[in-house]
Structure formats: C-alpha cells, structure tokens
C-alpha cells in the first residue's frame, strides 16, 4: 500500500470514531465499542500494508509518525476508557487520533517532510503519543479541580468528585512518567545520557515533580485549599513545557526546540 | 486544631518536615560558600557504592528499631511531600534562569550560592540524596508492612530508587571521549578534557563510512544577498521523488529529472554518475504566474570538489538546491578489545554498539564534505551503571502502568 491509499482508508476510521464518539455519548456502549475498534483495525491493516509496500518500518518521516500517533491514541484511549468508563476519554482521543489523519490527507506535502537522525528512532511515538494522551487527562482534572475549587468556597465539596480527581490525576501522571521513561531511555541511546538537563528536560521534570506532589499530599490531609491549588498550578507549569520553553531564555540551545 | 501542637511534637506534620528540609538547604549553602561546587569526582567508585550500601543498611536498621520516632519521620509522606517541593523550586530555579556550566571570577552571590549550576550545588545534592534515603526507608517500611495492593507502590519507588540512585551516584563513574577515526584506519587514541593525548582500552577500525540524503530542497533566493525567500520566513520545498510538481512563490515548479548522485555533462547539464565525488542534481522548468516567463536547467547543490548549479530566474531572484540533509550515516567499524574481543558492527545515531562497559555512538562526520567525508567520529562512554538503570526504568514503567489501570488504590471507582 502506498499514501494513495490512505486517502480511502482514513476517512472510513474516522467517520467510525466520530460514530462511536456520537454513541458513547448516548450511552450506546456495544455500538461505541464495535465502531471504535473498527476504526483502529482499518488504521492497522493501513500500517502493515503500508510497512509491506515500503519495505522498512514506517517511522521515517512525519507523515508516518502521525500515522501511527492515530492509531495509539485511538487504540490506547479506548483501553483507558474500557477500564474507566470514561466517555470523554474515548471522545478526546478519537478526536486527537482524527485531528493527525486529517493532517496526513490535507497536507500530503508534509509526508516526505524530513525526520533528523536522532528523531528517527522507536522510542518516538511512544515518547510523543504518551505526552499527548497525558496532556490531555491531566487537562481534564485540570477542569475537575476547578469545579472542586468553586464548590469548596460555597462550603459543598463534591466528595465523589475527589475520588474522581485523584484517579485521573493518578492515570495522567502515569501516561507522564511513561513519556518520561521512553525520553530518558531514548536520549541514553541517542546521545549517552538519560538526562541533561536540557530546558525541556528541566519543565518536564518540574511538572512531574508539582502532579507528584499533589498526589502525596492527598495521603495525608494537608490544607485542602492549597492541595487542590496544585492542580491548576501544574497545569500551568504543563503548558510551559509544552509551548513555552522556546521563549525562555533559559532555553536557548535546547534539544527539544523542533518540537 | 491539631497544627496548634509544638511543630515537633508527634505526629511529625508538614512544618515541622519543610523546616528540616530549608535546615539541610540552609547547611548545603553554607558547605558552597565554603568549598565551592560540588565535584561530582568525589562520588567516584567505591564511594558511591559505600553510599548506595550505608543507604540500604540503614533503612533496614530502621525496621529493626520498633517505633522509633525518628525512623517513622524520615520514611512518613510529610518528608516525603517537603523533599518534593524543595525539588521543585530547585528545578524551578534551574528553568527559569539560564545556568553556566563552569562560574566566572567575578561571580555574583546568586552564582556563588550555586544558583547559576543548580545540578552540581552542595544544597541540591543534599535535597538528592535525602530523597533517596526517604525512598529507601519508605520501601523497607512498606515491604515489612506487607500491604495489600502495594505491587503498583513498590514498582514506582523501588524503580525510582533504583533510576536515581544508579544514575545519578554513578554518574561519578561515567568517562566520555570523543574519538575520530578515518576510513581505513584504526585509532586507540582521543584527548583528554586537557588536551592530553590518552589511550584507551578499546581500539576503532573504521571499514566504511555510509551517507545517506534526503533529496536536496529547492528555495528562491535573493541573487545579490544570497538571501532565501521570503525573507524571514524563508519556503523551501522537499520535493518527493514521486510526486515532482510545486510552486515557489510566483513560479510553478516541475521536476523533469532527479539524480542522487550526479556530475556535470557539459553545458550545464547533469549526468548520472556513481564516482564519489557525485552530488545531486535536478532538472526543473519553472514557469512565472504572471509574466508567463519559463526558464528551463540544472540545479545542483555542490560539494567540496563540485561548483554548485543555479537557475537565474529574472534579474533579482534565482533557483538553487540548498544544502542536502542527512537521512542517515552510518560507520561499519570493527572494534578491538584489551581482552581480545573484537566486534564487528554498524553504528549509528540511536543505535549505539555496546562493548564491556563502553557504549560506542556514532557521533560525527565531515559536515563540509557531507558523504564524501573520510572520517568518522565517535563518543565512547565508558558507564558500568547500564543494567541498574535500565532495570530500574523497567519496574518505574510498569509502576506508571499500574497507576494507569489501577488509579489512586483503595478507593472504587466512582461512576
């Protein structure tokens, strides 16, 4: 199979997910399962027929990274909501996996568009669909944590809603880590080190640092206020990892300034 | 409320634990005022070993103290959560204000306090290895405890344990060289950080050096200043050898004939040709959207022995083929051990040969010459703390695993 291809296979996956996204949302979970998982299957045999026609893994060049952020982000949202339960996790993440298929089609002239040597590596996707499915939940509990803020100051916090806020915060600092595993073992055998420090390296490790010290601090009863507190201020030093360490100026030189 | 109680008094709380943690920061600066920046050196083997050891030791000592107060307050969460936030303005620090990798003369109270080498200052490694020794005895507590549904705690702290503590105290261990070997030949030698001509156990014998290009951009630029346009923004377009039609600006661009590896013919033209010295080249015709104008030849980015071709488009712009890019280099070396071990293998970037407890990467080539580069060099890495680490990713990974799929344990799920 070639690109070609993908033009025909893609808009049949996503028109699935959105289907299954529309039914899991009216609570239609036998359809919801079937559309999803038939959407993931096409984006499967598109990868293999596509490996087979290339004849090298498809992990060379940005359109074949975005190919298979779809299919993780679609294939690992789904497990997370089977555990779960969910719904909005299917809906993200089929709307993410979707958002990097419409990419690949409307934007064919980014397929050849050219992976340097050390991004061409295993540990990719699995590093970027990891931080992708983490950014996403931790947004999420981000939203929770500021309904729970505003119910606390009328004197009714939602008991059910803490319970919900630590597990989500428990599975996206564990998608987290696991970006920041791939990373630390990705850089060993790109360049030698687990960790340098690199400027993206640093906000990764003091947003971890700020969701660890949320989840310690739910153990034992600290000042509930300020615990909560944590949440929207991880988020914040979150989106700085993201987006903001090019302006930094403590950034210059960073590894990480293609991303 | 219980935080009216005398701050040391049990239970030990968060101020009590934050004012032992600003105590050991307090006495870290202090240790930089007076020695300077922490050299990592002193950790060298078998320091670091005794330190790792003394570490276990003690935490299971502390099981064996029943009740003892201090022990419960070195392993308790509240320690735990300070050690954290320390962590965390440190690293703040360190992210928002650029650090130096070695201090000027004349250098302010901010550097001098170890502000400007967060990693290596004496308040940071005390932070460092308390938390280590913290999550040492959390461990020993919580394996003596033998709680139900601690399989997700363990993997997470002793993995972690294991990741800090092999990776960090044996950082001391780490030698890094940088070896440059050209093809053909065999070399044992690299220099020293003070440019001391050192041998090394390992000896390179570099058999062939591979290049391999992306198909060279196609820009306008500026035919005075050389400058890509639109300046500021410049567009460069990848072609795809399959897919050969574009525009650039205000031209329509259509590839006629692409070669990987290519040398003048005559008159401007290129043939295919596989002679080292060979460089890309591509036929275009490109046709102005307004003026109708079509200007027809070869481009080709040069090498070192090869001039480059452009195509003059009007009186200020001309095509060019920019600089190619590495898709990948490769080096097939055959490495000889002290030992007598010899190995034969290709490196390259992301795929490093390990031999003993080196690591060899592929580290660099001739960029002016590109593929026509006859050395190649390498960074060898001597780290005997592999496998400790990795074992101890592999046990945080599956730790962050069962966070995902088990949640914040011992409360249900709440639909």
Partial sequence: MTWAHFNWLA???????????????????????MFMIGGILIFAVFIVGFWIGVQRPPMRTMGETRLWHSFFLSAAGFLAYKRWKYSWLLVFSSLLASVFAIINMLKPEMHSIALMPALQSYYFVPHVTA????????????????????????????????????????????????????????????????????????????????????????????????????????????????????????????????? | MEEKK???????????????????????????????????????????????????????????????????RLSGIHLAASLMVFLLIFSLIMGLTPQMTSLPQNADLWAR???????SSWPFIIIYLATLMSLAMTVARRVKERRKGDLVFLLNHVGLWLVLAAAGLGAADMRRHVMYVQEGQMEWRVHSDDRQVMELPLAIRLDDFIMEEYPARLAIIDRKTG???????????????EKSKTSLLDWDIQILDYHYQAVPAGAGAYQYSNMPASTQAVQVIAQNHHSKIIRLGWLSPGNSLLPPSTLFLDDKFALVMAQAEAKRFVSKIKVFAQSGQETEAEVEVNSPLRVGDWLIYQYGYDNRAGRMSTYSSFELIYDPWLYPVYAGLILWALGALGLIVQGKPGRGKIE
């Fill in chain 1, 11 to 33: 808009p049949p996956a996503i028109i699935l997910w959105f289907l299954a996204s529309l039914m899991v949302m009216r609570r239609k979970n036998k359809l919801a399962d």
């Fill in chain 1, 131 to 259: 931080y992708m499915l983490s950014y996403s939940i931790l947004a999420v509990g981000t939203i929770a944590s500021l309904i729970q803020l505003k119910k606390i100051n009328s004197g009714k916090p939602d008991f059910n809603l803490y319970a919900f806020l630590d597990n989500i915060i428990y599975i996206g600092l564990g998608f987290l880590m696991l970006g920041l595993i791939t990373g630390a073992a990705w850089a060993k055998e790109a360049w030698g080190h687990y960790w340098s420090w690199d400027p993206k390296e640093t906000w990764a490790f003091i947003t971890a640092a700020a969701y660890l010290i949320y989840i310690h601090l739910r153990l034992r009863e600290a000042n509930r206020k300020i615990t909560l507190l944590m949440l929207p201020l991880a988020f914040v030093l979150l989106m700085i990892t993201w987006l903001g360490t090019s302006f930094l100026p403590s950034a210059s030189g960073s590894v990480h300034v293609y991303s």
């Fill in chain 2, 227 to 241: 400058a890509a346009q639109p300046p500021g923004r410049p567009e460069l377009y990848q072609f795809d050898p």
């Fill in chain 2, 113 to 119: 306090l170890g502000f400007a080498q967060v990693t």
């Fill in chain 2, 6 to 72: 005398f701050i040391w008094g049990s239970p030990w709380g968060y101020r009590a634990s934050m004012f032992t943690v600003a105590a050991m920061v307090f006495g870290g600066f202090l240790l930089q005022l007076l020695y300077g920046p922490f050299n990592f050196y002193f950790l060298h083997r078998p320091v670091n070993y005794i330190v790792g050891a003394l570490m276990l030791i003690l935490s299971v000592l502390s099981l064996s103290a029943k009740n003892n107060e201090l022990a419960k």
